[in-house]
């Protein structure tokens, strides 16, 4: 297991400080009093944080240490909490053959974290898993305990970012800023958009999806939207039906965040990949994708290299 101190930050609330004081209470003074605690308080927070473990050391009247080594040595018990995506990747044997080992190396290499750990953000946590009975799918892996079949993946041949729609008459009112807040903002529910309106400061105004988004805004019940980058240069402008709208600000920047990159996945072990790559490589070098990176206004997102 990861024993790493996370840094996510912790949130726990005073009702689950009152429910573990009161498991403790129920323990203290029996013999291996420790291991229960520990396995409620796992319950209660849904991984032990360094400040749980104080907690617990300090009502069971125990080190520290004693707390930290039990927590570290049983398998059972996690340090980090889990992601909003929460990926595991089957270890078992028909999984393994066909290469989950490489999957799991490379989704460790591509978010920076170890199996056990989650990103330092909250978004994602990373685990190793045995047999989940999708044998016939291998190699797979869950993504919040849904079964996807591992696949291989082309190159990244795209970016994306979320960005900041608006009404094309009210570009003063957007030009400069940092922070978004005072706002109320489109976003389509659970989106990496909802995310990055969130983090800047904004009143969401949550809807079903990125189109709806735009709809407020057009209508005049938000002020604007954020939305990806790529559906934004598709449907607003002149020429589409949301002619009134531009968009502007790679929100990603004004938050250090990376940009998202697209590549084609196909199942692993067959050809497609390397026939994908080679298929994009000429469209590349015949100057074909950047006719139609033009064509819908996508020049700064394909990747021409
Ligand atoms: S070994 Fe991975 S699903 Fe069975």
Redesign the pocket.
């Known amino acids: 297991m990861a024993t790493t101190i996370s840094a996510v930050p912790f949130n726990g609330t005073k009702e689950q400080e009152q429910k573990l004081i009161e498991l403790i209470a129920a323990h203290k003074g029996q013999r291996g009093a420790l291991m229960p605690v520990l396995q409620g308080a796992q319950e209660i927070y849904g991984y032990l944080p360094i400040e749980v473990q104080k907690l617990v050391a300090q009502h069971l009247e125990i080190p520290l240490e004693e707390v930290y080594g039990v927590s570290t040595f049983y398998s059972q018990f996690t340090l980090n909490p889990k992601g909003k995506y929460k990926i595991s990747v ?7 053959v066909k290469g ?1 080992g490489d999957v799991f190396a490379k989704l460790g290499e591509c978010l920076g974290i170890q199996g056990g750990e989650c990103t330092n953000d909250g978004k994602f946590s990373l685990d190793a898993c ?6 016939g ?4 892996m869950t993504i919040n305990d849904e ?1 996807t079949a591992a696949m291989g993946v082309s190159e990244p041949y795209c970016t994306n970012y979320q960005t900041l729609v608006y009404p094309a008459d009210r570009a003063a009112d957007f030009e400069g800023l940092t922070s978004l807040e005072g706002l109320s903002i489109a976003v389509e529910s659970g989106s990496a958009g909802e995310d990055a309106a969130e983090e800047l400061g904004a009143t969401t105004v949550p809807v079903q999806s990125q189109a709806n988004t735009l709809m407020e805004v057009a209508s005049g019940t938000s002020d604007a939207a954020v939305i990806d980058v790529l559906m934004a240069a598709e449907m607003t402008g002149e020429g589409t039906s949301y002619g009134d709208l531009v968009y502007d600000l790679n929100l990603n920047d004004m938050r250090a965040e990376a940009s998202e990159f697209y590549g084609v996945g196909f199942r692993k072990g067959s050809d497609l990949v390397d026939a994908f790559n080679e298929f994009w490589k000429q469209a590349v070098a015949d100057g074909t994708v950047e006719q139609i990176a033009a064509t819908y206004g996508l020049q700064d997102a394909v990747i021409l290299e």
């Open positions: 089957c270890l078992g044997t028909a999984c393994y989950s045995r047999c989940v009975g999708a044998c799918l291998a190699p797979v079964v």
